[in-house]
């Protein structure tokens, strides 16, 4: 499977930006995908992630509240809604997938990587 990050930009703090993981080849509905970043000089990390077909997403601590995961296999999408973007989220987002029923906030859990999305958040 291939993978395709999408709707990253510039936005103010307070901002909202909707990203898109959109997937090619495979079949969708099996892989769970993670959405992670990586900042300027830091690690990467997991930001979000969302099982196979209707299982609830998970979020590291700094994304609940303001982030939600969804996911549209017909669309054979994933889309993560950012809310409320403050400076610190700015960094490469990058989505991931794995044809395991379950997700995971662990980088070594995901086999497949698509290229990232940068957001910045300034004013």
């Known amino acids: 499977v291939q993978l395709q990050a999408s709707g990253g930009g510039l936005v103010q703090p307070g901002g909202s930006l909707r990203l898109s993981c959109t997937a090619s080849g495979g079949t969708f509905d099996d892989y769970a995908i993670g959405w992670f970043r990586q900042a300027p000089g830091k690690e990467r990390e997991g930001v979000s992630c969302?099982?196979?077909?209707?299982?609830?997403?998970d979020y590291a601590d700094y994304a609940k509240g303001r982030f939600t995961i969804s996911r549209d296999n017909a669309k054979k999408s994933v889309f993560l809604e950012m809310n409320s973007l403050e400076p610190e989220d700015t960094a490469i987002y990058y989505c991931?997938?794995?044809?395991?029923?379950?997700?995971?906030?662990?980088?070594?859990?995901?086999?497949?990587w698509g290229q990232g999305t940068q957001v910045t958040v300034s004013s």
């Open positions: 969302i099982p196979t077909r209707g299982g609830i997403g």
């Open positions: 991931a997938a794995q044809t395991f029923s379950r997700c995971s906030l662990l980088q070594p859990w995901y086999r497949y």
